[in-house]
């Protein structure tokens, strides 16, 4: 229990640290966009007033006074319209035209007080025409950086949606790797004991309690593994070898295991235990199922750009045909496994290469260490 809570406080704490990071990139863009857009609206106006015939170096000062005061009040309509994000969309653009048309007269009143300051001592004419028109151009810039801003929140808040799903879909497809890899003990752990019953039963204590050592040192190293990370091929043959030792206590005089690794397979990595169901079906309907010596022969080798698993046992000569349903189970496991794992492209095949002699093969994608 305490393992799980410490893992759920972890990931609350990277959510938070993701929806920080996030919020601060916004911040940042809506900052750059107010730049970019108050600097376009400075350069515009100037070249429209010097078309106009006013000198733009002579009207510099009171232009950029003007831009700062109305970049003032866009910090302010920012900040009440971030109050809206949460309400549809038709409020938004309410709001947007509200806080345009409360502004618009309050930067023609300190436009016109900046007029003032600048043609001091002479008088101040007041046009009403050109107060309309300034109106207008007043109401049209903080309207649209409005738009601006919500474009952006939207922007924002689709690629957050977009995150949130991509960490979804991962999340699940690391839940749905985890089930079917999690598959494994259960159903090793119920072979492997009684496996010990049967020692016990025979009175061979000696080979039952080689048997709880081999199991607890395989064990270990199997359930601190994740099973949404690939290991190298030649890691995996390890955990299998410990696995088979384990197996062997109780069927040493009739299982033959052999290995054929080729060097370039050594470490193409493959989904951890994704051996054990197909060994643990050659030891359970080969071995167990079979009064003689059986052999156990795993291949493995980079072939036509992919990775090629083989592994042949001996079967009894009269198991021909359909599948015994137990084999069936962990062929599906392990074909379901690879079918998350690799999307883009992954195949086992099962069956008789004649009789008496059962094959199983995988061809896995390339993945280097």
Known sequence: MASLTETGFGLAARGDKGRDFARAEQRAAIRKLAAAYWAAVFVSTSVLWAVAGTDPVESAPGKLASIAFALMLTIGMTWLLKRTLARPLWQQAVAAFGLSLLATP????????IYLVCVYPEPALLDRRELAFGLIFGMSLFFGWCCLYLALSYSFAL?????????????ALSAQMRALA????PHFLFNTLNSMAG?????????????????????????SLDPTEDIPLHEELALQSDYLAVESTRFSDRMNVVFSVDDAAQ???????ILQPILENAVKYGVGATRGAVEIALRAEVKDGALALTVENDVPLEMTGALPAGMGIGLRNVADRMATHFPEGATLSSGYVRPGRFAVSLILPLVRS
């Open 159 to 171: 690629a957050e949606g977009e995150r949130r799903m991509a960490a979804l879909r991962e999340e």
């Open 106 to 113: 309050i930067s023609a009143g300190i436009d016109f007080l």
């Open 182 to 185: 999690y598959q494994v003990n």
């Open 267 to 273: 470490t193409v990595r493959v989904p951890p235990l």
């Open 199 to 223: 020692l016990i039963e025979e009175g061979a204590n000696t080979n039952a309690r080689a048997m709880v050592l081999q199991l607890s040192g395989f064990l270990r190293k199997t359930l």
